[in-house]
């Protein structure tokens, strides 16, 4: 633990207490129960965790693109450039900043362009529905421009071109090229390479932090991978059961990961040259949104839980460097191992 | 893409040539026009006489065969009624009968359009609730009683519109509604459950996260890919209204080529009836041609498999 805490850069987007419900008829969910995070300019934060841990509600809510009718946002804030988007009305909100300060790349390359409409069109929507582009001729230029800025050879060629002619990883950049077109202050990735193969992947991330170079893009990425997290991530949150359990900068929680779930995850990750007749796995499930524990929410799945763990949920513990995490092992004094 | 349209004109030409086969031979069932021609008391050499001035004497094929050699040239032979060429009266009627199909579906496709986007926009409100009700009705009522109710509500009652004739623009407003209701119901339901799966795609959710407005997204990008469900079945409407506007026709006293067929028919007029029914077969063909070409506009990726 360093003595002094070093000084974080202005944060991009601030999450704070961010709480979703989703009613259904069966009752209402919380897939994000009291979410706090925060992205410095020019800086990734990767959010991990296995399906159904809230990765995708926390990015659509950030938005506020949740499933309608339905979704909504019970509380808590989402801070950029020091407005709260959750006061905003949906108006304000695609007028002045969906696209145009905060943008999102889905996870679904494939089905996110519309069919329809040219790939000029569609990237040129945001310019020309953000004022930015005054004109056609000038939308089009500009989308020009944000295609070259995704590496899409001759982007002037195929502004004309419609999705279907396209490539899945290329469909990918005219995707992300829709998400920077405007220059938005963040922009959230959520499992933006999951179906693409592996060397496009690479070839993805590369590009991402090449556009973040150039333009001081704030990432939040989503994914469910921690190679990926591992290669280009400034922070990681460790989100499990709607909740965030750990967070810090990548490379201390990958060496020092403090909360057993974290070390379940890493421990999952085959390594090169190691020999293993069965990969790790974490026993049992996720516990389900409909019956949550009372206590912490990895307790049933724990080696290390007790009595304590089962009957209420930690508080958060400072490990510097702003490494925090929420576990009673942790509270209790020194690192636990159970994996 | 030239293939594609020629099989497609092949296919059209078999079902006109079946269309002309099962009416040619229904019409001779229904009776001896001769019968109705002439007075009761004629002599029967008469009778006969005009039988085979008319080529009725013939055997049903070798009619039929004529017909046919003769309709090729563009010859339907001669009205027993009217006492023209039957393709004078064809070419007289059927601009009638194509404007008020056309009205009436514009009129179908004012209501269907905004119920279907609207009620999908809005599943389970009272508009979606009112819309469906509306479409309903429409579907439930036979067109004559539809044509009968508009004439006594807004023709007689309030006296807005003519009940019947077609001297002007505003005469096409109720025949168009009785024969244009009717599709309502399944075009707003195509539109609607087309729009449902379209508003949950990621797409729109893209398009929503660029700052895209709502209204754009609804009208512009969901409709456009919602549309093609809605445009194969109004063809198919369109090119039955066109060959099947008989009873409306009649209600209204419009001078088109239904009412023209139905009185043909009562006076077993049979090249009227064989050219009426072969020119219903071939707009219904003809529609269904221009839907399916017209795809390719909407859609980019059906222009670019041909």
């Known amino acids: 633990m360093s003595l002094i805490e070093p000084i974080e850069p202005a944060a991009a987007l601030e999450v704070r207490n961010l709480v979703t419900e989703l009613r259904l008829r069966r009752g209402t969910l919380r897939p994000v129960d009291g979410v706090s995070f925060s992205v410095a300019k020019g800086q990734t934060l990767g959010i991990v965790g296995e399906s159904g841990s809230g990765k995708s509600m926390t990015c659509l809510s950030l938005l506020r693109l949740l499933p309608r009718p339905g979704g909504r946002i019970a509380g808590g804030e989402v801070v950029v450039a020091g407005t709260d988007l959750t006061k905003l009305s949906d108006r304000e909100l695609a007028r002045d900043w969906r696209g145009r300060r905060i943008s999102m790349v889905t996870q679904d390359p494939m089905s996110s362009l519309n069919p329809v409409y040219t790939i000029g069109d569609q990237v040129g929507a945001p310019l020309r529905y953000h004022r930015i582009a005054r004109t056609r001729s000038d939308a089009r230029a500009r989308a020009a421009e944000a295609l070259g800025k995704v590496r899409i050879p001759s982007p002037e060629a195929r502004l004309h071109d419609y999705p279907h002619q396209f490539s899945g990883g290329m469909r990918q950049r005219v995707v992300s090229a829709m998400a920077i077109a405007c220059a938005p202050e963040v922009m959230i990735a959520d499992e933006p390479t999951s179906s693409l193969d592996v060397t496009i992947q690479v070839k993805m991330m590369d590009l991402y932090r090449q556009i973040q170079e150039e333009t001081g893009v704030a990432i939040v990425l989503i994914t469910h991978d921690m190679g990926v997290a591992a290669s280009i991530c400034d922070r990681i949150a460790v989100m499990y059961a709607g909740r965030i359990v750990e967070q810090g900068p990548a490379k201390e929680l990958f060496r020092n990961p403090a909360h057993p779930y974290t070390q379940s995850l890493l421990s999952a990750i085959p390594k090169l040259g190691e020999k293993r007749k069965r990969l790790y796995a974490l026993g049992g499930q996720p516990p389900s949104l409909t019956a949550m524990p009372k206590g912490c929410r990895f307790a049933p799945r724990c080696a290390l839980a007790d009595a304590k763990c089962h009957a209420s949920y930690p508080g958060e513990t400072n490990l510097g460097a702003g490494h925090r995490t929420n576990c009673w092992r942790v509270a209790e004094g020194g690192a636990p191992h159970a994996a | ?306």
């Open chain 2, 1 to 306: 893409m030239t293939r594609f349209v020629l099989r497609r004109v092949l296919q059209g030409m078999f079902s006109i040539l079946g269309a002309s086969v099962i009416i040619f031979v229904v019409t001779r069932l229904s009776g001896d026009p001769v019968v109705l021609m002439l007075p009761p008391e004629a002599p029967e050499a008469m009778v006969s006489q005009m039988r085979e001035r008319l080529g009725l004497d013939l055997p049903i094929w070798q009619q039929y065969f004529m017909f046919l050699s003769d309709a090729v040239t563009g010859d339907f032979g001669n009205s027993y009624r009217w006492e023209m060429p039957v393709l004078e009266l064809i070419r007289e009627r059927l601009p009638a009968t194509i404007y008020l199909a056309s009205a009436a579906l514009v009129f179908s496709l004012m209501l269907s359009i905004p119920f279907g986007v609207l009620s999908a926009v809005w599943r389970g409100s009272w508009f979606d609730r009112f819309a469906k009700g509306v479409a309903m009705l429409g579907q439930a009522m036979p067109n004559f009683w539809v044509g009968l109710l508009l004439i006594i509500v807004f023709a007689i009652g309030l006296e807005w519109l003519p009940a019947y004739g077609a001297d002007t623009p505003k005469h096409v407003i109720l025949p168009a509604i009785a024969l244009g209701w009717y599709p309502v119901a399944a075009q707003t339901r195509i539109v609607r459950s087309a729009m449902l799966d379209v508003l949950d795609s990621d797409y729109i959710r893209m398009g929503r996260s660029v700052g895209v407005p709502e209204g754009v997204l609804i009208w512009k990008y969901a409709f456009r890919n919602a549309a093609v469900p809605l445009v194969t079945m109004m063809g198919v409407y369109f090119a039955s209204m066109l060959g099947g506007a008989f009873v409306v026709e009649v209600v209204f006293a419009w001078p088109g080529l239904g009412r023209t067929v139905v009185e043909a028919l009562f006076a077993r007029d049979f090249p009227v009836v064989q050219a009426g029914v072969l020119f219903a077969a071939l707009m219904f063909v003809a529609a269904n041609l221009v839907v399916d070409l017209s795809y390719g506009l909407i859609d980019p990726r059906i222009r670019n498999d041909r």
